[in-house]
C-alpha cells in the first residue's frame, strides 16, 4: 500500500516558469516531509524539509507548502532554471525513537526547457 | 569529507550467482539505509541499522537477500542466487545521529542479472 502518493509523474515548464509538485499521504502520523532530488546516475539528495508545525517553508527558489487538514504537502520552484532538471521525490515518515524509516513517493521527473 | 561509497558501480552477473554489494557511510553516521529503486516500484527501503544493529528488515523482497553491517564503517548486501528480476539500482544511505531524518545516498549501485 503506497503511503504518499505523488504527482505529476512528470513535467514540462519553460525556463523561468514555476513549477509545483505535489504529494499527498495519509498516515497522520507522518511528522516530517522533506523532498529529495536526483540527478541522472547520482543518489538522491536533501533538497528542503519541513514539519507538521509550519504551513510553509522557503529556500531560494524552493518552497514547500503544507496543508495538515487536507493531508497534502507540495514543492514550487520558482524561476526554473534548466539546472532544474532532475527526478524530485517528496516522503515522509514517523519519527520517535529509533525510527528513522523514510517512506517515498513514485517520483516526478522535471524538465526544464530553456 | 567523503560521502557515502558504493561499490561496485555497476554489476553484470548470470542469473544463480552470487552477488555482494558493499557500502562505506559517512564517518560519524550511525545509521545505515539499504534501498531499492525500479522504475515500477520506485525507491524502496530494504533494511536499515542503528549502531550496526539491523532495526527494520520488513523490505527485504525474500531469503535471498541479506545484509550485514559488521562494524560503523562497513556495510553488504548479499543476493544469493540473483534473479532476473532483482536488476535495479541499489542505494545505500547513512544519517548522522544528531540530524534527525535528513540521509546522505551514496550513488548507487546499478545491478543487472541476465
Redesign the interface.
Known sequence: QQQVKQSPQSLIVQKGGISIINCAYENTAFD?F?W?QQFP??????LI?IRPDVSEKKEGRFTISFNKSAKQFSLHIMDSQPGDSATY?CAA?V?GG??????????TLLTVNP | DAGVIQSPRHEVTEMGQEVTLRCKPISGHNSLFWYRQTMMRGLELLIYFNNNVPIDDSGMPEDRFSAKMPNASFSTLKIQPSEPRDSAVYFCASRHRDRDYEQYFGPGTRLTVT
Do not use: Q, R, V
Request: proline share 9%; no cysteine.
Open positions: 516530517y522533506p529529495y546516475g547520482k543518489g538522491p539528495a536533501l524539509a521525490f515518515t519519527g529509533s525510527n528513522y524509516k523514510l517512506t517515498f513517493g513514485k517520483g
